[in-house]
């Protein structure tokens, strides 16, 4: 099936680092969005991006939609334990549809 | 908690069964889709409603079908079951098009 290039695929950091990963796509997005996923849980949203150039922050996280609406980032500073988890990136096409299309995840652990 | 309720949390059934996933949407969204999450596919959209009509199909198998009923919880229907139909099934919910989907902590179905 049809998924967003996310890198980097898993992180090993120690508690205190700051963090950074991307979501890369060939197809143009009218939104994208960031996902946390803790085991045995469904996607929780973190952040919701809209326009291009849009640079977002909800507490630690900073995410951005990039000018060229292909890609975006996330920034995750002063890591704590908690933060540990799968993030995917998402995108929405839009037109009729809201079909949300995924990356393929960054596991990310946080060492104390 | 996202307001989107999936039942059950568990399945475990024998091949060439038939099961029946059930998913209740946030109060107010309209729209519902479903979506698989195995180990080395990710989360891949299966299909969409809006307002209990069909809106977008992903990678859903003709084994599969899914409805959304006029009090908008939705259902997804599993049969001739497969090993590789073993996975994590969530149900996600969104208002506007282009607004966030909220997840359910969705059904792990364990085919034996």
């Known amino acids: 099936g049809q998924q967003l290039n996310q890198s980097p695929q898993s992180m090993f950091i120690q508690e205190g680092e700051d963090v950074s990963m991307n979501c890369t796509s060939s197809?143009?997005?009218?939104?994208w969005l960031w996902y946390k996923q803790d085991p045995g849980e469904g996607p929780v949203l973190l952040i919701a991006l809209y326009k291009a150039g849009e640079l977002t922050s909800n507490g630690r996280l900073t995410a951005q939609f990039g000018i060229t609406r292909k890609d975006s980032f996330l920034n995750i500073s002063a890591s704590i334990p908690s933060d540990v988890g799968i993030y995917f990136c998402a995108g929405i096409y839009g037109g009729a549809t809201n079909k949300l299309i995924f990356g393929t995840g960054t596991l990310l652990a946080v060492q104390p | 908690d996202s307001g989107v309720t999936q039942t059950p949390k568990h399945l475990i059934t024998a091949t060439g069964q038939r099961v029946t996933l059930r998913c209740s949407p946030r109060?107010?969204?309209?729209?519902v889709y479903w979506y698989q999450q195995s180990l080395d596919q990710g989360l891949q959209f299966l299909i969409q409603y809006y307002n209990g009509e069909e809106r977008a199909k992903g990678n859903i198998l003709e084994r599969f079908s899914a409805q959304q009923f006029p009090d908008l919880h939705s259902e997804l229907n599993l049969s001739s079951l497969e090993l590789g139909d073993s996975a994590l099934y969530f149900c996600?919910?969104?208002?506007?098009?282009?607004?966030?989907?909220?997840f359910g902590n969705g059904t792990r179905l364990t085919v034996t």
């Open positions: 109060s107010g969204d309209l729209s």
């Open positions: 996600a919910s969104s208002g506007s098009l282009g607004s966030p989907l909220h």
């Open positions: 197809s143009i997005f009218n939104t």
